[in-house]
C-alpha cells in the first residue's frame, strides 16, 4: 500500500512534466498565475525575495491563506513547510495539500533529520544541490526534486550550477561499472539500489524541476535545455513589472525551449524583471540548508 | 506509422515509449509547423487541461487538430486529453477541441488523495491495470459512443469513432492493452 502510494505520488510529478509552477501569495495571484498557464502554484505568505528582505524565522504559512488558494484554483496546490518540521507537513497533510515542498526557503527546523516522508500520504518536493542530495530526499521518501538554486535572488547561476552538477554525476553514474557503483554510492551515502536505478536509466527515479533564481523566458529555456523537466518561477512572476505577460511567456518558452525565434519573440516587451540580487551581494545562502 | 504526440505539457514522454515498445514511430507536436506533415494518429496525453487547453489556442493548433480528428484522424486522449476532446466539462466553463459527444467531470475524484489505482475491464480485451491521478470521470455520453470501461460504477473509458479516451493513464503502466487498441484503430482507418 505504501508503495502504491509513492507510485502515485511519484505520477502526479509526471503530469506537471513540461510546466511551470508559480509562487503566489494571494487567490488573486494564482489566478492570474493560473489564466497565465501555470501547471499548479506553490501557496506562501511571502515570496522568497521578500523573506529574504523580511529576515527573522520564516514558517509554514497560514492555513486559510492555503485553503483560500486551494478554493481559486482548480490545478494542483502546493505549500512549503520547514525542513524537519513534520508537523507543519502534518497540518498541511491534513488540508489535503496536492504537494508539500520541504523547502531550504524557509527556516530548517532541524539541523540534522529531514522529515520521514514515507509516514505522509500526500507527496513531497525537495530541493537539491547534486545527486547525492537528490538520492538521499528520493530515499526519504521525496517523489519529485527540484535543484535548490538560490531562491528569492532572481540569479540564475546557482539554479545552472545545481543542474550540470546532477546531470553531470547522473553522466558519471551511467558510465561506471559494477564495482565502480558500490564505491560511489558509499561516497554519496546513498542507498546502493538507488545508484543502480540512476546506472541504468541516467536519470532519477522521479520527475526533476529547476527553482531558484529564474526570472525570464530565456533563464526558463535555459534550465530546460540543462535537463530539467520542468521549472518552478517564485519571485520572478510577482516581483516583476507585468506578472500576467511575463507568467505566460515563461509558460510558453518552457514548451518550446529549443525555438530560438520564437524565444525572441517571447522575452519582448515584458516590462522589468525582478531588480534581483547576485550571489556575492546576499548574505543569508539558503541552498547550505540541509544536506 | 507515424504518431503525432501532443507535447505542449504533461506526460508525453511516457506514450512515446509505450508507442516505440510498440515498434510505432513517433514525432511530438509543440507548435504549428509540426502538424504540417502527414501523420496517421494523434495522443493528447496527461497533463493540466488548462494549460494544454491554453497553449493548444495560443499556438494555433486547436482549429486544425479540431479539423484532423472530424476528418477521420485517430485520436486517444489520456487524463486531461480526455477533457480536452470532451464536448462538456460539467465542473468547468471551457469546452477546448469538443470533438467527442461526452460529459465529464474534472477533478472528479478530488486532490492528490484521492488519487488511487485499480484493475478492470477495457472493452472485451480484459483486465487492465489503472492509475487515476486527479482523475476526471464521464459522466455523460451521447449516441454512438461506446463505454469500455468501469470503476465504481463511473465511466472511465470510451470511444466514439475514431476517438478513444481514458480518465486513467495506461502510459504509466507496463500493459500495453490500451495503446494495442488504439494501433489497431490506427490501422485500421
Redesign the interface.
Known amino acids: 500500500m505504501k508503495n502504491?502510494r509513492f507510485?502515485?505520488?511519484k505520477?502526479?510529478a509526471?503530469?506537471?512534466?513540461?510546466?511551470v509552477i508559480m509562487d503566489v501569495t494571494t487567490p488573486e495571484q494564482a489566478k492570474i498565475a493560473?489564466?497565465a498557464?501555470?501547471?499548479?502554484v506553490m501557496a506562501l505568505e511571502r515570496i522568497p525575495a521578500d523573506i529574504r528582505a523580511a529576515g527573522g524565522v520564516s514558517r509554514m504559512s497560514d492555513p486559510k491563506m492555503i485553503k483560500g488558494i486551494?478554493n481559486a484554483v482548480?490545478?494542483?496546490?502546493m505549500a512549503k513547510c520547514r525542513i524537519g518540521h513534520f508537523a507543519e507537513a502534518q497540518i498541511l497533510?491534513a488540508i489535503?495539500?496536492?504537494?508539500i515542498d520541504e523547502s531550504e526557503v524557509l527556516s530548517p527546523a532541524d539541523d540534522k533529520y529531514h522529515i520521514d516522508k514515507t509516514a505522509f500520504?500526500?507527496?513531497f518536493v525537495c530541493g537539491a544541490r547534486d545527486l547525492g542530495e537528490a538520492l538521499r530526499r528520493i530515499n526519504e521518501g521525496a517523489a519529485m526534486i527540484r535543484t535548490k538554486g538560490e531562491p528569492g535572488t532572481g540569479d540564475v547561476v546557482q539554479a545552472v550550477r545545481h543542474m550540470r552538477i546532477m546531470q553531470s554525476e547522473i553522466r558519471r553514474f551511467g558510465s561506471m561499472s559494477a564495482d565502480e557503483l558500490y564505491e560511489a554510492a558509499k561516497e554519496l551515502a546513498v542507498p546502493y539500489d538507488l545508484a543502480v536505478y540512476v546506472h541504468e536509466n541516467k536519470k532519477l527515479p522521479v520527475v526533476n524541476f529547476a527553482a531558484g533564481g529564474v526570472a525570464t523566458p530565456a533563464d526558463a529555456a535555459l534550465m530546460m535545455q540543462l535537463g530539467a523537466e520542468g521549472v518552478f518561477v517564485g519571485s520572478g512572476i510577482f516581483k516583476s513589472g507585468n506578472p500576467e505577460k511575463r507568467a505566460?511567456a515563461i509558460?510558453?518558452a518552457?514548451?518550446?525551449y529549443e525555438?530560438a525565434d520564437?524565444l525572441a519573440e517571447l522575452s519582448e516587451d515584458l516590462g522589468e524583471a525582478m531588480v534581483g540580487i547576485n550571489e556575492h551581494e546576499i548574505e543569508l545562502i539558503m541552498e547550505e540548508r540541509g544536506k | 506509422m507515424k504518431i503525432g504526440i501532443l507535447?505542449?505539457?504533461?506526460?508525453?514522454?511516457?506514450h512515446e515509449k509505450m508507442l516505440g515498445g510498440l515498434g510505432a514511430e513517433t514525432f511530438e507536436i509543440?507548435?504549428k509547423r509540426d502538424i504540417e506533415r502527414a501523420f496517421d494518429g494523434l495522443i493528447i496525453p496527461?497533463?493540466?487541461s488548462?494549460?494544454q487547453g491554453?497553449?493548444l489556442a495560443?499556438?494555433g493548433l486547436t482549429e486544425k487538430i479540431k479539423a484532423l480528428i472530424n476528418g477521420g484522424l485517430p485520436v486517444f486522449g489520456t487524463?486531461?486529453g480526455l477533457l480536452l476532446l470532451a464536448k462538456c466539462i460539467e465542473n468547468?466553463e471551457h469546452v477546448y477541441l469538443g470533438t467527442m459527444d461526452i460529459t465529464a467531470v474534472?477533478?472528479a475524484y478530488?486532490?492528490?488523495?484521492g488519487?488511487?489505482?485499480a484493475a478492470a475491464g477495457f472493452g472485451d480485451m480484459g483486465e487492465v491495470p489503472m492509475?487515476f491521478?486527479?482523475a476526471p470521470y464521464i459522466s455523460g455520453v451521447g449516441d454512438g459512443v461506446e463505454i469500455l470501461s468501469e470503476v465504481g460504477g463511473r465511466i472511465v473509458a470510451a470511444r466514439q469513432n475514431n476517438m478513444l479516451v481514458t480518465a486513467f493513464?495506461p502510459e504509466?503502466n507496463d500493459n500495453k492493452t490500451v495503446h494495442s487498441a488504439f494501433l489497431d484503430m490506427v490501422r485500421a482507418s
Open positions: 502504491e507510485e502515485l505520488n505520477n502526479l509526471q503530469m506537471l512534466k513540461g510546466g493560473e489564466a498557464g501555470a501547471c499548479a486551494q482548480t490545478i494542483p496546490v497533510q489535503e495539500i496536492d504537494y500520504r500526500v507527496p505566460a509558460v510558453k518552457v514548451t518550446n525555438d520564437m | 507535447a505542449l505539457q504533461g506526460a508525453f514522454v511516457e509543440r507548435q496527461g497533463g493540466e488548462t494549460v491554453k497553449l495560443e499556438l487524463c486531461a468547468d474534472r477533478n478530488g486532490r492528490q488523495l488519487s488511487f489505482s492509475t491521478i486527479r493513464h504509466l
